[in-house]
């Protein structure tokens, strides 16, 4: 797993510079990708932002820890916060993290290529009520080169 994270890093951060580039998008200043693992059902979460330099800081999140996450990834729409500072209670690990990150609002889109579950990408904007529909529209197919991304990682690793 950590082979693959280490060739994602850099086609995901240049996807995030190409995301901040589309007309509408430039508030959106946090991206994040949760690779998973089903052999030991744990995600891999590290943040890719375009500005960020160096190695990610990696998360291993078991997904029986996060009850939502388990039911986020059977669905086919985002799950959208419109402001994080009325979301959740402050014991939850996605609000804690998505508060750190400095993020207003944030879309959580779940990656199935084919019926599989891959992982999910997590978008954060500056700015409270970010997610319009067509933003959200432009982000699911981003969401879906993430995936591909993920398939062709996991080639590389095999």
């Known amino acids: 797993m950590e082979s693959m994270v280490a060739w994602l890093q850099e086609p995901a951060r240049r996807l995030h510079a190409m995301i901040r580039e589309v007309p ?3 508030s959106l200043h946090h991206l994040s990708l949760s690779v998973y693992c089903a052999q030991h059902d744990t995600l891999w979460a590290f943040p890719c932002n375009s500005d960020d330099k ?12 996060v009850p939502s996450l388990v039911l986020l990834a ?7 916060v419109a402001d994080m500072a009325a979301f959740g209670g402050e014991g939850r690990y996605h609000t804690s ?14 990656i199935n290529i084919e019926g599989r579950f891959l992982g999910f990408v997590t978008y954060g904007a500056a700015v409270p009520n970010f997610f319009s529909s067509a933003a959200q529209d432009t982000l699911r197919t981003f969401t879906e080169a993430f995936g591909i991304l993920i398939e062709r990682s996991s080639q590389l690793s095999d």
């Open 24 to 26: 509408g998008l430039a």
């Open 54 to 65: 160096g190695p990610p800081e990696i998360t291993e999140i078991r997904m029986t820890d």
């Open 74 to 80: 059977d669905e086919t729409t985002p799950r959208i």
């Open 97 to 110: 993290k998505a508060r750190a990150s400095e993020s207003r609002s944030c879309m959580t889109a779940p």
